[in-house]
């Protein structure tokens, strides 16, 4: 008898709490209203509490917004900023959950491409281009190139605040010894250099792909100087995406041939970190690497005779390729204004402050990357003439190639970085690859209907 | 009057708990079952109702398939290890070493059980390393330099790795339970034995195997339920790759929900596993209380 009441009222509770739960609850549009468009009006009277989240924990990094903060809270004393920063990958997660739980912060971190569209597409960032759009007077001071990279449907997003772009780094004692004079000019000149760098006895690339990213700058790359731009843009867009161009396929079998002839064996179970040792210790004479990695190949603990010896190139075209060969793999990284934020205009005042000229240039001298500001990094300091030559060739640029991993769908992410791994273990062909990347853009598009 | 009262006096005692465990265990089961039949993620202003849909998408998703598959060998294998060679060696510890060494060997075999998770995992990758690992430089010393590989980026020895980590941290720390239920066995049933006639193998299939069936059925339990919530080890050492080769369902899940934005897909697997878990539980303790031996 007993037992038996105690399953009557287990099940009642069951059933109880199944009636009580409707639908998951939709994040709420809170205050604002999307439509009508957030105020992003200073008050004249600075204060309040705005909450910024940012995935730049390191240690190299997380100072410096720390002090940025710190400055602008005494400038403006009953301002309060509650800074929080995580890690990158930690981050990927932090803003889902709380943008699933409506408790976004003022200020948050945002990657240019469907990252950051999604968040505009869901109402969550503010519409800028009033203060930041390319005609303002806070617009023109940042370089086009890194505006562009947050406009979504022509209006401006985000507030970008460094350059990123990615270039093969080279040993030139290697390039010197192998008896290439100078970078290779060609794709084909690239894989020949490969060789006569193995017949050197060098690791041409050296490679490391633990975690599937370092393969997919590669393809942002590829993809980019083999489909032209208009279709590259319908196919990363996700209501329109099908990958179907026979550039992707181009590619991936150009990634392919730089697998076979210049990276080292079990690029899969080495990670990025330690590829670039073998770069910095004279095993390797090349890695792909980003212009914000620079600053680590001039390290205290570095041996002079790299240090000294070290200069970089893009990835080239590869002869007759149908896609553009102008567009550079990077982008700048960026913070996004919450739409329903009731200090808007407060948070946008501290982004104002944060890309002034006084602490762009900080961003350069403090952490050594480049600043999305104009002018900024030739007034800083402690820049070395890699990074200014750097700087100067993205101003060449004719615009960016957002990480294939952010800029398009989730999904077709996912299978590219899984194909990518498979490729390189030999598991899959390019032809594999981009069959799963068609199915995942398929599912993508109904998604997004 | 008063005896209704009475009868219903205890339940009172019994409302707090079942609350709690109402709205923490159960609720959320429900819950999650229902959110596994909507579409959305965390930037979806309207989840849409599909059904089963993101079930049948399990059922045709290979990955799905190869992270069930790899539960399943992460189980098979712990169950080897964890319980039949943990027993073995808890029962040669205690028989068969002499008195002194015993403490010391039990300490070197239950080290491993008190470093964390991520910190295993983090010194297996240097382990595996194919540039300096250990494991390499072992096999090139012993001339066996063809065997030498990227354990952890070879799709063909990445979840072995894996799973021979998790042995090597949990290993110790079974075979010390079974210590316990050992030194629990009557030292007569022994003496009776060795009086027979029976050697130590003999002795070990027909005293200690039957007389620690207890502590056996929960470590079966907890090594299988363990298997099929296995996440930390993988998402560690590989995150789910190469080329998806090393997701359980608990990395594909965490993927599905954080990675590829799909919640829904996300919550359809975690039913799944509660699934697994909840009958593998059930016929493990309805097994286990009829075979139950009283000392």
């Avoid at chain 1, 490679?207 to 590259?232: D, K």
């Avoid at chain 2, 006096?9 to 229902?34: C, D, R």
């Avoid at chain 2, 030292?187 to 009086?195: L, P």
């Amino acid at each position: 008898m007993r037992t038996h009441r105690v399953a009557t009222i287990v099940a009642t509770l069951s059933l109880g709490t199944l009636a009580a739960c409707g639908p998951p609850s939709a994040p709420d549009s809170g205050g604002g209203d999307a439509d009508a468009g957030t105020d992003l009006t200073v008050p004249e009277e600075k204060s309040g509490t705005i909450t910024m989240l940012t995935k730049f924990a390191a240690p190299e990094y997380a100072p410096y917004f720390e002090s940025v903060v710190e400055a602008y809270e005494a400038e403006n004393p009953d301002v309060d900023i509650d800074l929080q920063q995580v890690g990158d990958q930690p981050y990927k997660d932090k803003i889902r959950v709380l943008s699933a739980s409506n408790e976004l912060p003022d200020i948050y971190f945002s990657w240019a491409g469907d990252f950051a569209n999604k968040f505009v597409r869901a109402d969550l960032a503010a519409d800028l281009s009033s203060e930041i759009g390319p005609d303002t007077e806070w617009g023109s001071t940042f370089t086009p190139a890194a505006l562009e990279a947050f406009t979504l449907d022509g209006a401006t997003y985000g507030v970008p605040i460094n350059l990123d772009a990615k270039y093969l780094a080279y040993n030139t004692t290697a390039f010197e010894e192998a008896g290439i004079d100078t970078p290779p000019a060609t794709f084909e000149e690239l894989l020949d250099a490969c060789t006569k760098l193995d017949d050197a006895g060098y690791t041409p690339i050296s490679m490391g792909n633990q975690y599937g990213w370092p393969a997919i700058h590669y393809l942002t790359q590829l993809n980019a100087y083999n489909v032209p731009a208009e279709t590259l843009a319908t196919d990363y867009d996700p209501a329109s995406g099908e990958f179907t161009d026979p550039g992707y396929v181009a590619a991936l079998e150009q990634f392919d041939e730089l697998a076979q002839t210049c990276f080292n064996d079990g690029a899969n179970g080495l990670s990025h970190e330690v590829a670039q040792a073998n770069l910095m210790s004279g095993q390797a004479a090349m890695q792909y690497i980003e212009i914000v990695e620079f600053p680590n190949l001039m390290g205290e603990d570095v041996d002079p005779s790299f240090t000294e010896n070290w200069s970089f190139f893009r990835l080239p075209q590869a002869e007759g390729a149908s896609g553009s060969a102008d567009m550079l793999t990077g982008a700048p990284d960026g913070f996004m204004v919450n739409a329903n934020s009731e200090n808007a205009g407060l948070a946008l005042d501290f982004l104002k402050f944060m890309t002034n000229e006084q602490n762009a240039t900080k961003l350069t001298t403090d952490i050594g990357w480049l600043s999305s500001v104009e002018g900024a990094t030739e007034r800083a300091d402690e820049t070395f003439p890699q990074l200014e030559e750097g700087l100067a060739d993205i101003g060449e640029a004719e615009s960016f190639a957002i990480w294939l991993d952010t800029v398009v769908d989730a999904d077709v992410a996912a299978a590219y970085l899984a194909g990518v791994q498979g490729l390189l273990d030999g598991s899959a062909s390019p032809q594999d690859v981009i069959s799963d990347v068609q199915d995942a853009a398929a599912k993508a598009q109904e998604q997004v209907q | 009057m008063r005896t209704v009262a009475r009868r219903w006096a205890g339940w009172w005692w019994l409302l707090p708990g079942l609350v709690l465990l109402g709205t923490f265990v159960y609720y959320p089961i429900i819950q999650n079952f229902q959110l596994s039949t909507y579409s959305w993620n965390a930037f979806t202003s309207t989840p849409t109702f599909v059904g089963m849909d993101n079930y049948r998408e399990a059922w045709a998703d290979p990955v799905f398939w190869r992270a069930v598959g790899n539960n399943t060998l992460f189980a098979i294998v712990s169950l080897i290890f964890q319980v039949a060679f943990a027993l073995a060696l808890a029962a040669i510890l205690e028989e068969a070493v002499h008195q002194r060494l015993r403490g010391v060997l039990r300490t070197l075999y239950f080290i491993p059980a008190v470093i964390s998770i991520t910190v295993a995992g983090i010194l297996f990758s240097f382990i595996y390393n194919p540039e300096f690992g250990l494991l390499n430089e072992l096999l090139n010393a012993v001339g066996l330099d063809e065997w030498q590989r990227a354990w952890l980026g070879d799709r063909s020895t990445a979840m072995g790795s894996i799973i021979a980590m998790s042995q090597w941290q949990n290993f110790g720390y079974t075979s010390v339970l079974f210590i316990v239920a050992i030194q629990r066995i009557p030292r007569e049933f022994y003496e009776a034995a060795k009086i027979d006639g029976a050697g130590p193998v003999r002795t070990f299939f027909t005293v200690t195997v039957p007389l620690v069936r207890e502590m056996t059925t929960l470590l079966i339990i907890l090594t299988f339920s363990g298997a099929f919530l296995v996440f930390n080890e993988v998402m560690v050492m590989t995150a789910g790759g190469p080329a998806n080769s090393t997701h359980v369902l608990g990395t594909w899940l965490y993927f599905n929900a954080f990675m590829a934005d799909d919640m829904g897909y996300a919550s359809a697997i975690a039913t799944v596993i509660f699934a697994i878990t909840f009958v593998l539980a059930m016929i493990q303790l309805a097994y286990a209380r009829r075979r139950r031996v009283e000392l």
